[in-house]
């Protein structure tokens, strides 16, 4: 059974900077797809950034494109959200979520309905 668990987040002003983790246990973390998810109340929950297994494909929503950058070690069974020059409108709860099930090599899903692991989740907070 993977578990995820997200860690890193916490309140920052505008124009500052977070670095989200999520640690996985339970699977073999290195071959599966990853995923940051974002949900701001009232809204419903979207991507904002993800990963292939392998790293070398990555999707980023163009609401963060040149902010935000995933990475991920596999030794250390961890995906990362770096997220710099954050907004306010960057408030949310931010999930990471892990796609175990169907997935191909070199793929990147970006589909809340493509992954079946989520961690509880980390709230980042953007004050002006």
């Known amino acids: 059974q993977v578990q995820l668990v997200e860690s890193g987040g916490g309140s920052v002003q505008a124009g500052g900077s977070l670095k989200l983790s999520c640690a996985a246990s339970g699977g073999t973390f290195s071959r599966y797809p990853m995923g940051w998810f974002r949900q701001a109340p009232g809204k419903e929950r979207e991507c904002v950034t993800a990963v292939s297994w392998s790293g070398f494909s990555t999707y980023y929503a163009d609401s963060v494109k040149g902010r935000f950058a995933i990475s991920r070690d596999n030794a250390k069974n961890t995906v990362y959200l770096q997220m710099n020059s954050l907004k306010p409108e960057d408030t949310a709860i931010y999930y990471c979520?892990?796609?175990?099930?169907?997935?191909?090599?070199?793929?990147?899903?970006?589909?809340?309905?493509?992954?079946?692991?989520w961690g509880q989740g980390t709230q980042v907070t953007v004050s002006s």
């Open positions: 979520a892990a796609k175990t099930e169907r997935y191909s090599s070199g793929t990147y899903y970006a589909r809340e309905y493509e992954y079946n692991v």
